[in-house]
Nanobody
Framework: QVQLVGSGGGLVQPGGSLRLSCAAS????????MGWYRQAPGKQRELVAI???????KYADSVKGRSTISRDNAKDTVYLQMNSLRLEDTAVYYC?????????WGQGTQVTVSS
């Protein structure tokens, strides 16, 4: 079992920045990748960014160049730094851990971009 606790969401103006954090606990050794997904009202959940245990990263085209995913292995925590936020980045952001054969999800944190 893996437990995930996400944090860092909030209200920000367009062009602003936020950093999301996701702390993992439990069977950490089984995790092969961690990342963030988001779901806007009326839309499907979509990938934002992931980082593998080997350090490889992948980003959605919509956030590429504006976001950076990183990890602190000592704290078992993954971070998502988001810059130049846009109205369309408004969504609930969910932390994910892929630990085959299961996926684990955090509780979700709201990010609202509004003037």
């Amino acid at each position: 079992q893996v437990q995930l606790v996400g944090s860092g969401g909030g209200l920000v103006q367009p062009g602003g920045s936020l950093r999301l954090s996701c702390a993992a606990s439990g069977s950490i050794f089984s995790i092969v990748s961690m990342g963030w997904y988001r779901q806007a009202p009326g839309k499907q959940r979509e990938l934002v960014a992931i980082i593998t245990s080997g350090g490889s990263t992948k980003y959605a085209d919509s956030v590429k160049g504006r976001s950076t995913i990183s990890r602190d292995n000592a704290k078992d925590t993954v971070y998502l730094q988001m810059n130049s936020l846009r109205l369309e980045d408004t969504a609930v952001y969910y932390c994910n851990a892929h630990a085959p054969p299961r996926d684990y999800w955090g509780q979700g944190t709201q990010v609202t971009v509004s003037s």
